[in-house]
């Protein structure tokens, strides 16, 4: 089986990496990359890889270095996935719940478990920069007194045990995830496209904006208005509307966006996210 | 001088404190507290404190999670300070430049520096859960051969010298941060209000929306949609737009919201930030 390359910021067992294999299935080689702007460039130079990277979770909103990287470079959105984050309290195999003194994970995670662990008021709480790294630590030092808040993909890489499992709070966390590629190829079902748009400084402008699509009965699916520093109102926007932009209604309407924005740039036109 | 009990989250030395200094000057007493959560609890409770609390960042967009605590509880939000993220290379005093091994930061504030940390390719890299607290390391271990990436106000907290600053490599690297308090007092010069939505599950359902603005010459400073899971398009906006709700002709606009919307709550009016 042809293996296909996919870039992806973080260590194996990340949520990143469980996205790779959750689109990609079997066929994906996973590449590990330390930032997101090392993935953008392993896609670009690489013709037949990919990127995946998160663009924007349920609960912390949008990956705004993500954006920008998309508007500075030439990749497209090809796809996404959608992630539930669930999180797992991970330990050494045989070690039990009452030997845990200390629980590691990443701050974010430590809050999405807030009622988890505030039921353990013995158990110490460290933060750390990664969840899948926390998970590393516990094996690496054989820490058989702590626990890691990581994803069951961790406990695998890693050889963990899942001694909690669903330990977050909220069931309805979820991470979504763009898959880019150099080549801008529009699938034939294609019925989501992302764009990025500008308008000028004067009132109404947005309206007018938002009307291309309104008239058209083209359903916006996003909306989000980048605030820059020292220009309170820079009227840059992220999109996301229902409809493949090289098919009618949406062809004609991105054209008639283009008469009332200073500046427009279509990110890609991709299948929306479905259980696969 | 009596002073004012300002909940932030984080530990002295972050950004929010250097926030909450910015804004309250020499009358905060600043009070560290672990999460968002804690902070929005401390205001709750005691009805002369405050809580300050990031609510978006230039870079990394909207914290969602602040958000969502507004919706939730009873704070109002009753001013706003900007803070420009300069970032500095911290080490013990006397300690030159080529004696540092290892860089320690939280991977945002790394990410931000890339540029010069590039440039050190001898210097290994760590990253840690928060700059206030790796500033806080390299003191408590007495570490000669570490520095930390972190504000001036850390390296005042721990006694650091700043070896470098302004190592960050984008100059424009603002975050917000939302003055809370329980009293929903409107200053007389309040021209800005923030406010949530959400509209019905129709076409023209935000064009509409937007119209009850447009059609009153206000401006609108920022618009985003909030995504939720298993709803792809679940219309819940934040907006901020000119002007205070008690005053016309934001005070009709908001009336006319409340016809077009499904749900309206205003977070608060107050004076935009200017520098203090």
Chains 1, 2 share one sequence.
């Not at 270095?65 to 996935?81: A, P, S």
């Not at 809050?111 to 460290?126: D, K, S, V």
């Not at 979820?174 to 699938?187: A, D, E, G």
Request: net charge positive; glycine share 6%.
């Amino acid at each position: 089986m042809k293996k296909i390359s996919v870039a992806y910021q973080g260590e194996p067992g990340s949520f990143s990496e469980q996205a790779v294999r959750l689109y990609f299935g079997a066929k994906a080689q996973a590449k590990s990359m330390r930032t997101f702007t090392d993935a953008f460039a392993y896609a670009a130079r690489h013709g037949d890889a990919f990127a995946l990277l998160p663009i924007e979770n349920s609960v912390y909103g949008s990956i705004h270095q993500v954006y920008d990287l998309l508007l500075k470079h030439r990749l497209f959105i090809v796809g996404e996935v959608k992630l539930r984050i669930e999180l797992n309290m991970l330990a050494l195999p045989g070690v039990r719940m009452n030997q845990i003194r200390t629980v590691y994970s990443q701050a974010q995670a430590l809050g999405q478990c807030e009622t988890f662990l505030n039921a353990l008021p013995h158990i110490r709480i460290e933060t750390f920069h990664d969840t899948a790294a926390a998970a590393r630590l516990i094996r690496e030092e054989g820490r058989t007194d702590a626990a890691a808040i990581a994803s069951a993909s961790a406990a695998r890489v890693h050889g963990l045990s899942i001694v909690r499992s669903n330990v977050e709070s909220n069931k309805r966390n979820y991470t979504r995830f763009l898959v880019l590629s150099q080549k801008s190829h529009i699938p034939v079902r294609a019925s989501k496209t992302s764009f990025a748009f500008a308008v000028k400084d004067i009132p109404g402008a947005l309206f007018k904006a938002i009307a291309v699509f309104t008239l058209r009965e083209i359903n916006l699916l996003k909306i989000e208005s980048r605030p820059y520093p020292g220009k309170p109102w820079q009227y840059l926007f992220y999109v996301d509307v229902e409809g493949s932009s090289n098919r009618s209604p949406l062809a004609e309407a991105m054209g008639h966006l283009k008469e009332v924005c200073t500046f427009v740039k279509v990110l890609g036109s991709y299948k929306p996210f479905g259980m696969r």
